[in-house]
Protein backbone atom coordinates (compact mmCIF):
# COMPACT_ATOMS: atom_id res chain seq x y z
CA UNK A 1 0.00 0.00 0.00
CA UNK A 2 1.19 3.37 -0.92
CA UNK A 3 0.85 6.34 1.55
CA UNK A 4 0.59 9.74 0.93
CA UNK A 5 3.88 10.57 0.33
CA UNK A 6 4.01 8.26 -2.63
CA UNK A 7 0.59 9.03 -4.00
CA UNK A 8 2.52 12.86 -4.17
CA UNK A 9 5.24 11.34 -6.28
CA UNK A 10 7.51 12.29 -3.59
CA UNK A 11 8.93 8.78 -3.15
CA UNK A 12 9.70 6.12 -5.07
CA UNK A 13 9.51 2.08 -4.22
CA UNK A 14 12.69 -0.16 -4.41
CA UNK A 15 12.06 -2.82 -7.55
CA UNK A 16 13.22 -6.36 -5.89
CA UNK A 17 15.17 -6.81 -9.51
CA UNK A 18 18.16 -4.24 -9.46
CA UNK A 19 18.30 -4.15 -12.71
CA UNK A 20 14.74 -2.60 -13.19
CA UNK A 21 16.00 -0.30 -10.85
CA UNK A 22 18.95 0.88 -12.41
CA UNK A 23 17.04 1.44 -15.46
CA UNK A 24 14.62 3.60 -13.89
CA UNK A 25 17.69 5.94 -12.46
CA UNK A 26 18.88 5.84 -16.35
CA UNK A 27 15.84 6.90 -17.74
CA UNK A 28 15.12 9.77 -15.06
CA UNK A 29 18.67 10.82 -15.72
CA UNK A 30 18.55 10.35 -19.86
CA UNK A 31 15.20 12.41 -19.42
CA UNK A 32 16.55 14.81 -17.57
CA UNK A 33 20.22 15.58 -18.82
CA UNK A 34 19.90 14.84 -22.07
CA UNK A 35 22.53 12.22 -24.20
CA UNK A 36 26.25 13.43 -22.94
CA UNK A 37 27.94 12.45 -26.30
CA UNK A 38 30.96 11.10 -24.69
CA UNK A 39 33.58 10.52 -25.20
CA UNK A 40 34.60 14.13 -26.65
CA UNK A 41 37.35 13.17 -29.06
CA UNK A 42 37.77 13.36 -32.83
CA UNK A 43 39.86 9.56 -33.20
CA UNK A 44 40.10 6.63 -30.99
CA UNK A 45 43.82 8.08 -30.41
CA UNK A 46 42.53 10.87 -28.99
CA UNK A 47 40.05 8.76 -26.90
CA UNK A 48 42.71 6.63 -25.46
CA UNK A 49 44.89 9.75 -24.35
CA UNK A 50 42.44 11.52 -22.59
CA UNK A 51 41.28 7.96 -20.90
CA UNK A 52 44.65 8.11 -19.27
CA UNK A 53 45.13 11.96 -19.41
CA UNK A 54 42.05 12.09 -17.15
CA UNK A 55 43.41 10.18 -13.92
CA UNK A 56 43.50 12.25 -11.16
CA UNK A 57 42.64 15.58 -12.83
CA UNK A 58 39.32 17.13 -13.99
CA UNK A 59 38.40 17.26 -17.43
CA UNK A 60 39.42 20.79 -18.15
CA UNK A 61 42.98 20.01 -17.90
CA UNK A 62 42.57 17.13 -20.08
CA UNK A 63 41.41 19.86 -22.79
CA UNK A 64 44.15 21.63 -22.71
CA UNK A 65 46.68 18.89 -22.32
CA UNK A 66 45.08 17.34 -25.72
CA UNK A 67 45.16 20.77 -27.29
CA UNK A 68 48.99 21.13 -26.60
CA UNK A 69 49.28 17.96 -28.12
CA UNK A 70 47.06 18.45 -31.07
CA UNK A 71 49.49 21.63 -31.75
CA UNK A 72 53.22 19.46 -31.49
CA UNK A 73 51.60 17.43 -34.24
CA UNK A 74 51.26 14.62 -31.36
CA UNK A 75 48.16 13.21 -32.13
CA UNK A 76 49.60 11.43 -35.00
CA UNK A 77 50.28 8.03 -34.38
CA UNK A 78 53.73 7.64 -35.89
CA UNK A 79 54.59 11.12 -34.77
CA UNK A 80 53.82 10.11 -30.78
CA UNK A 81 55.71 7.25 -31.31
CA UNK A 82 59.05 9.09 -32.25
CA UNK A 83 58.51 11.49 -29.44
CA UNK A 84 60.59 11.45 -26.13
CA UNK A 85 59.68 11.19 -22.64
CA UNK A 86 60.88 14.98 -22.11
CA UNK A 87 58.76 16.28 -25.35
CA UNK A 88 55.61 14.13 -24.12
CA UNK A 89 55.77 15.22 -20.86
CA UNK A 90 56.14 18.93 -21.84
CA UNK A 91 52.86 18.61 -24.41
CA UNK A 92 50.95 17.40 -21.26
CA UNK A 93 52.13 19.06 -18.01
CA UNK A 94 48.97 21.00 -17.53
CA UNK A 95 46.94 17.42 -17.41
CA UNK A 96 48.91 16.98 -13.60
CA UNK A 97 51.25 13.52 -12.68
CA UNK A 98 52.69 14.22 -16.30
CA UNK A 99 56.04 12.45 -15.79
CA UNK A 100 54.34 9.06 -14.88
CA UNK A 101 51.47 9.91 -17.98
CA UNK A 102 54.13 10.51 -20.42
CA UNK A 103 55.14 7.41 -19.08
CA UNK A 104 52.17 5.43 -19.75
CA UNK A 105 51.53 6.31 -23.11
CA UNK A 106 54.45 5.36 -24.35
CA UNK A 107 54.17 2.55 -22.43
CA UNK A 108 50.86 1.92 -24.71
CA UNK A 109 52.31 3.40 -27.79
CA UNK A 110 55.29 1.06 -27.67
CA UNK A 111 53.52 -2.22 -26.66
CA UNK A 112 50.88 -1.65 -29.41
CA UNK A 113 53.37 -1.68 -32.04
CA UNK A 114 54.68 -4.28 -30.86
CA UNK A 115 51.26 -6.45 -30.72
CA UNK A 116 49.67 -5.28 -33.23
CA UNK A 117 51.92 -3.59 -35.79
CA UNK A 118 50.59 -0.13 -34.56
CA UNK A 119 47.22 -1.02 -35.79
CA UNK A 120 44.09 -0.17 -33.31
CA UNK A 121 42.23 -1.79 -35.82
CA UNK A 122 43.34 -4.92 -35.12
CA UNK A 123 43.98 -4.30 -31.33
CA UNK A 124 40.30 -3.82 -30.87
CA UNK A 125 39.89 -7.13 -33.20
CA UNK A 126 40.96 -9.20 -30.50
CA UNK A 127 38.16 -10.86 -27.66
CA UNK A 128 37.21 -8.54 -25.30
CA UNK A 129 37.93 -10.28 -22.18
CA UNK A 130 41.55 -10.89 -23.71
CA UNK A 131 42.36 -7.51 -24.68
CA UNK A 132 40.91 -5.71 -21.52
CA UNK A 133 43.52 -8.64 -19.43
CA UNK A 134 45.94 -7.78 -21.90
CA UNK A 135 45.61 -3.51 -21.60
CA UNK A 136 45.88 -4.41 -17.46
CA UNK A 137 49.45 -5.70 -18.28
CA UNK A 138 50.28 -2.39 -19.77
CA UNK A 139 52.06 -0.52 -16.31
CA UNK A 140 50.71 2.19 -15.72
CA UNK A 141 46.86 1.27 -16.62
CA UNK A 142 44.30 0.54 -14.29
CA UNK A 143 41.07 -0.90 -14.55
CA UNK A 144 39.28 2.09 -15.05
CA UNK A 145 41.19 3.83 -17.57
CA UNK A 146 41.51 0.35 -19.74
CA UNK A 147 37.66 0.10 -19.50
CA UNK A 148 37.36 3.53 -20.41
CA UNK A 149 39.15 2.84 -23.91
CA UNK A 150 37.27 -0.40 -24.29
CA UNK A 151 33.77 1.31 -24.08
CA UNK A 152 34.96 4.85 -25.75
CA UNK A 153 37.15 4.39 -28.33
CA UNK A 154 36.06 -0.01 -28.88
CA UNK A 155 32.58 -0.01 -28.00
CA UNK A 156 33.41 -2.90 -26.28
CA UNK A 157 30.42 -3.46 -23.45
CA UNK A 158 32.69 -2.85 -20.37
CA UNK A 159 30.70 -0.83 -17.75
CA UNK A 160 32.95 2.42 -16.45
CA UNK A 161 32.80 1.82 -12.56
CA UNK A 162 34.33 4.66 -11.80
CA UNK A 163 34.07 6.37 -7.92
CA UNK A 164 30.96 8.60 -9.13
CA UNK A 165 29.31 5.37 -10.04
CA UNK A 166 30.48 3.63 -6.99
CA UNK A 167 29.38 6.57 -4.65
CA UNK A 168 25.88 7.29 -6.22
CA UNK A 169 25.40 3.27 -6.24
CA UNK A 170 26.34 3.25 -2.40
CA UNK A 171 24.51 6.11 -1.48
CA UNK A 172 21.34 3.84 -2.77
CA UNK A 173 22.32 0.74 -1.33
CA UNK A 174 22.54 -0.87 -4.58
CA UNK A 175 25.98 -1.64 -3.78
CA UNK A 176 28.36 -1.99 -0.46
CA UNK A 177 29.67 0.89 1.20
CA UNK A 178 32.95 -0.02 0.20
CA UNK A 179 32.43 -1.48 -2.98
CA UNK A 180 35.80 -1.64 -4.81
CA UNK A 181 36.04 -1.43 -8.78
CA UNK A 182 35.80 -5.08 -9.73
CA UNK A 183 33.31 -5.69 -7.39
CA UNK A 184 30.65 -2.19 -8.51
CA UNK A 185 31.23 -3.29 -12.49
CA UNK A 186 30.32 -6.62 -11.58
CA UNK A 187 27.04 -5.79 -10.54
CA UNK A 188 26.49 -3.64 -13.02
CA UNK A 189 27.53 -5.98 -15.55
CA UNK A 190 25.00 -9.17 -14.05
CA UNK A 191 21.91 -6.46 -13.85
CA UNK A 192 21.76 -4.32 -16.89
CA UNK A 193 21.89 -5.46 -20.38
CA UNK A 194 25.35 -5.92 -22.23
CA UNK A 195 25.75 -3.32 -24.15
CA UNK A 196 27.85 -0.86 -25.25
CA UNK A 197 25.49 1.97 -25.98
CA UNK A 198 23.64 1.47 -22.47
CA UNK A 199 26.87 1.53 -21.06
CA UNK A 200 28.60 4.68 -22.27
CA UNK A 201 25.31 7.01 -21.78
CA UNK A 202 24.88 5.77 -18.18
CA UNK A 203 28.44 6.03 -17.18
CA UNK A 204 28.35 9.69 -18.72
CA UNK A 205 25.08 10.43 -17.07
CA UNK A 206 26.63 9.21 -13.35
CA UNK A 207 29.64 11.43 -13.88
CA UNK A 208 26.98 14.07 -14.22
CA UNK A 209 24.97 13.30 -11.01
CA UNK A 210 28.46 13.15 -9.46
CA UNK A 211 30.08 16.41 -10.68
CA UNK A 212 26.51 18.41 -10.09
CA UNK A 213 25.12 16.57 -6.85
CA UNK A 214 26.55 13.56 -5.25
CA UNK A 215 29.33 15.63 -3.71
CA UNK A 216 31.57 13.67 -1.76
CA UNK A 217 31.25 15.22 1.65
CA UNK A 218 27.50 17.03 0.86
CA UNK A 219 25.25 15.43 -1.52
CA UNK A 220 23.18 18.23 -3.10
CA UNK A 221 20.10 15.39 -2.55
CA UNK A 222 17.08 17.69 -2.19
CA UNK A 223 17.93 19.32 -5.91
CA UNK A 224 19.15 15.91 -7.52
CA UNK A 225 17.00 13.82 -10.16
CA UNK A 226 17.88 10.73 -8.25
CA UNK A 227 16.29 12.01 -4.62
CA UNK A 228 12.87 9.82 -5.12
CA UNK A 229 14.64 7.10 -5.06
CA UNK A 230 16.86 7.75 -1.81
CA UNK A 231 16.31 4.78 0.69
CA UNK A 232 15.94 6.89 3.40
CA UNK A 233 13.26 8.63 1.58
CA UNK A 234 11.29 5.50 0.19
CA UNK A 235 11.74 4.70 4.16
CA UNK A 236 9.88 7.22 5.68
CA UNK A 237 7.44 6.86 2.77
CA UNK A 238 7.08 3.55 4.18
CA UNK A 239 8.08 1.79 0.98
CA UNK A 240 10.28 -1.09 0.56
CA UNK A 241 14.06 -0.22 0.33
CA UNK A 242 17.33 -2.46 -1.04
CA UNK A 243 17.06 -4.46 2.02
CA UNK A 244 13.55 -4.84 2.19
CA UNK A 245 12.66 -5.47 -1.86
CA UNK A 246 15.25 -8.20 -1.53
CA UNK A 247 14.00 -10.32 1.18
CA UNK A 248 10.75 -10.02 -1.30
CA UNK A 249 8.41 -7.52 0.74
CA UNK A 250 8.02 -5.38 -2.30
CA UNK A 251 4.50 -5.72 -3.48
S1 LIG B 1 22.93 13.43 -4.46
FE1 LIG B 1 21.63 12.24 -3.09
S2 LIG B 1 19.87 11.68 -4.36
FE2 LIG B 1 21.51 12.29 -5.75
S3 LIG B 1 22.58 10.42 -6.27
FE3 LIG B 1 23.62 11.29 -4.50
S4 LIG B 1 22.68 10.31 -2.73
FE4 LIG B 1 21.32 10.00 -4.48
Not at 1 to 16: I, Q, S
Not at 28 to 53: D, K, M, S, Y
Not at 227 to 240: H, I, S, V, Y
Request: net charge positive; with cysteine; aromatic share 10%.
Amino acid sequence: MYNVAMMEGLARPRHPEPGVELLSYYRELLEGFGPQGWWPARTRLEVILGAILTQNTSWKNVRIAIRRLRRAGLLNQRRLGRASQSELEEAIRPAGFFRQKARTIRHFVSWLDRSYGGSLHRMFRRPPEELRRALLGIKGLGPETADAILLYAGRKPFFVADGYTRRILARHELLRPRAGYEEAQAYLHQHLPRDSGLFNEYHALLVEVGKRYCKRSAPECAACPLEPWLPRRTERAGLPTAATARQGEWV
